[in-house]
């Protein structure tokens, strides 16, 4: 298996969050170390593609993160 980049782990954390997910399960539906998820969940947060659920903390994707991913397959094709 190839290693994987950043943006395609981001897209992996997204595809997993369009569903509430606590960090958990996307820390081991992404295969990565919780210090890592800390970095990309930080950044997904800010930049908008991923909210928090307070309440409940899960992790949910927003619409600008759905965006990305329809933009993120539409490049894979091309591939």
């Not at 908008?48 to 309440?55: Q, Y």
């Amino acid at each position: 298996m190839a290693k994987r980049n950043r943006l395609e782990i981001m897209a992996e954390i997204l595809s997993l969050c369009k569903q509430p997910q606590i960090k958990t399960k996307v820390m081991y539906g992404t295969n990565l170390s919780y210090k890592m998820l800390q970095k990309y969940l930080s950044e997904l947060q800010s930049r908008g593609f991923l909210e928090v659920h307070h309440s409940l903390t899960k992790y949910m994707t927003t619409q600008k993160g759905l965006d990305f991913l329809e933009k993120w397959r539409e490049l894979e094709e091309l591939f």
